[in-house]
T-cell receptor, first 113, second 112 residues
Framework: DAGVIQSPRHEVTEMGQEVTLRCKPISGHDYLFWYRQTMMRGLELLIY????????DSGMPEDRFSAKMPNASFSTLKIQPSEPRDSAVYFCASSPGTGIEQYFGPGTRLTVT | AQSVTQLDSQVPVFEEAPVELRCNYS??????LFWYVQYPNQGLQLLLKYLSGSTLVKGINGFEAEFNKSQTSFHLRKPSVHISDTAEYFCAVADSSYKLIFGSGTRLLVRP
């Protein structure tokens, strides 16, 4: 079992640029979650999907953020345009049918200068 | 609304000593409770979970936690810690909506 895979592991970009973070969930998992971790706000749920359908995006900070899940094995989180305050570690997690127990990827550390 | 409180931001302890990391939650409905561990520059790893049944839950790496409904607590314990247990520990609560609410984390620092 390869676990949840995220890419890139590190991303450094300039303010105003578009950033795309990628996630491959564990095969067979029906739920996919995107989180953001910062020192100030801790771990925050941004959005989650069930069977590729977005269920709750109330944690998405603003319209600059968007997430898609075109199929069961791939999801993206896009920030356009990026701002320095978006600097954080972004985690993807997946969960089997119950949606309760979540398995996290290694995260993407985003730095916006 | 649910919330999780981890009162201790850092817990220093000597190697082979016992440790308890405290977690209290607030919820008006039945909950599911979790402890996750995060090693430096890594993702979160599930230590243990309480979904139902026995209130004493055993997890990986010798950790255990006890669900106390009357005190709304889910404290994490280990009888003898190792240097390798140095990490950040997060308590989390979820209800049937599957959304995990995390505490602010407790940094366990094990000293030789």
């Amino acid at each position: 079992d390869a676990g949840v895979i995220q890419s890139p592991r590190h991303e450094v970009t300039e303010m105003g640029q578009e950033v795309t973070l990628r996630c491959k969930p564990i095969s067979g998992h029906d739920y996919l979650f995107w989180y953001r971790q910062t020192m100030m706000r801790g771990l925050e749920l941004l959005i989650y999907f069930n069977n590729n359908v977005p269920i709750d995006d109330s944690g998405m900070p603003e319209d600059r953020f968007s997430a898609k899940m075109p199929n069961a094995s791939f999801s993206t989180l896009k920030i356009q345009p990026s701002e320095p305050r978006d600097s954080a570690v972004y985690f993807c997690a997946s969960s089997p049918g119950t949606g309760i127990e979540q398995y996290f990827g290694p995260g993407t550390r985003l730095t916006v200068t | 609304a649910q919330s999780v409180t981890q009162l201790d931001s850092q817990v220093p302890v000597f190697e082979e000593a016992p440790v308890e990391l405290r977690c209290n939650y607030s919820s008006s409905v039945s909950v599911y409770l979790f402890w996750y561990v995060q090693y430096p520059n890594q993702g979160l790893q599930l230590l243990l979970k309480y979904l139902s049944g026995s209130t004493l839950v055993k997890g990986i790496n010798g950790f255990e936690a006890e669900f106390n409904k009357s005190q709304t607590s889910f404290h994490l314990r280990k009888p003898s810690v190792h240097i390798s247990d140095t990490a950040e520990y997060f308590c989390a609560v979820a209800d049937s909506s599957y959304k995990l609410i995390f505490g602010s984390g407790t940094r366990l620092l094990v000293r030789p």
